[in-house]
């Protein structure tokens, strides 16, 4: 078992375990992939405020998501196809997240289907919607998601079109993946990840495969996922959405102070800051950039969360610090899941909660929820 003390060994695993075209999925953005570096570079430019000389004992990481208590206020972001990272990915992060006390969200374009992880898990989950223009299937999956006890909603707002990613198009990405000769010579070195794959009973795209009305099979979801995502999205369908649902709504991919408001007048249970880890508008500001002016906007109408760009720890303090109530992960959590399954997940947020524990520490706080800008040194153009 080699020593793992940072998300960036857990990658480096991934990288050799996981076939090119599902590592490139993941670890790309859109067009010059420039917002996808800078969610990370700006968590950089935030420096921390040392304190001395402060009782470090009585140290907590525990804090609220929604009003659901958590070991630390670190979310698993949903990710499409993290069935194809590991074999039944989606079941082994939501066992290993129910474990360590953080919430788990499952992805509409998961492998893994509603029913396969509250099956396996047994505890309440969250789940992602993506609004799609057929109305039977969105009240389906709906549905579907209230019976198997979902304890909130995470509307996704930001993808009402899809960002373009290079590699993707040039690895031919689907899933499964098509026998190509460089697939398969990608695969001779990758053979562990082939044969956790044959053995896996699951359909492929379990929430939409034969649900959605023409997806026999996964070969006919990526035409029908292109003209299904709704170019129509508005506050009114949110609503509808809203109504439908009757639980706790979450409102992802706000990135803008007048969106957020307008959440936060919509009465969403929460927000997440995030512009998709800088895969659909490359050029976007980061979000932990937006932060501030967001938080400015809204103050504590609505609870604020983040995504995009964590890595660490410090990252986790630095978002929680500038007025984020809450983070979310998505490919550091991918990283470990890659590299050992589900125990990599939970070594990935044992990573991230030591970091933060002893980062809180160094800045002479005990509890997450006293942390704030008095803590931090923010470069002047963050607002
Ligand atoms: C995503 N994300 C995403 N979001 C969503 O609402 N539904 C989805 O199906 C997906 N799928 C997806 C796949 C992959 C491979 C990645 C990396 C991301 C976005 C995700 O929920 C989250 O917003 C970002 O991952 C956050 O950025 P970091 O933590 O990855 O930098």
Known sequence: MP????????????????????????????????????????????????????DMTGRTTESTMIGQKVAMPVALAPVGMTGMQCADGEIKAARAAKAFGVPFTLSTMSICSIEDVAEAVQAPFWFQLYVMRDQEFLEAIIERARR??????????????????????????????????????????????????????????????GHAKGVGDPSSLIAWTAEQFDPQLDWGKIARIRDLWGGKLILKGINDPEDARMAADFGADAIIVSNHGGRQLDGAVSSIRMLPEIVKAVGDRVEIHLDSGIRSGQDVLKALAMGAHATHIG????????????????????????????????????????LGRHNLLIPPDFL
């Open 3 to 54: 020593v793992i003390t940072c998300i960036d060994d857990l990658k480096a695993i991934y990288r050799r375990r996981v076939p090119r075209m599902f590592y490139d999925y993941a670890e790309s953005g859109s067009y010059t992939e420039g917002t996808f570096r800078e969610n990370c570079t700006d968590f950089q430019r935030i420096k921390l405020r040392q304190r001395v000389a402060v």
């Open 148 to 209: 198997a006890n979902c304890s909130a909603l995470v509307l996704t707002l930001d993808l009402q079109i899809l960002g373009q990613r290079h590699k993707d198009l040039k690895n031919g990405l689907s899933a499964p993946p098509r026998l190509t000769l460089p697939v398969l010579l990608d695969l001779a070195t990758k053979w562990r990840w082939g044969i956790e794959m044959l053995r896996t009973k699951r359909r492929f795209f379990g929430n939409i495969v």
């Open 331 to 370: 490919r550091a959590f991918i990283y470990g899941l890659g590299a050992m399954g589900e125990a990599g997940v939970t070594r990935a947020l044992e990573v991230i909660q030591k970091e933060l524990d002893i980062t809180m520490a160094l800045c002479g706080e005990r509890d997450v929820k006293a």
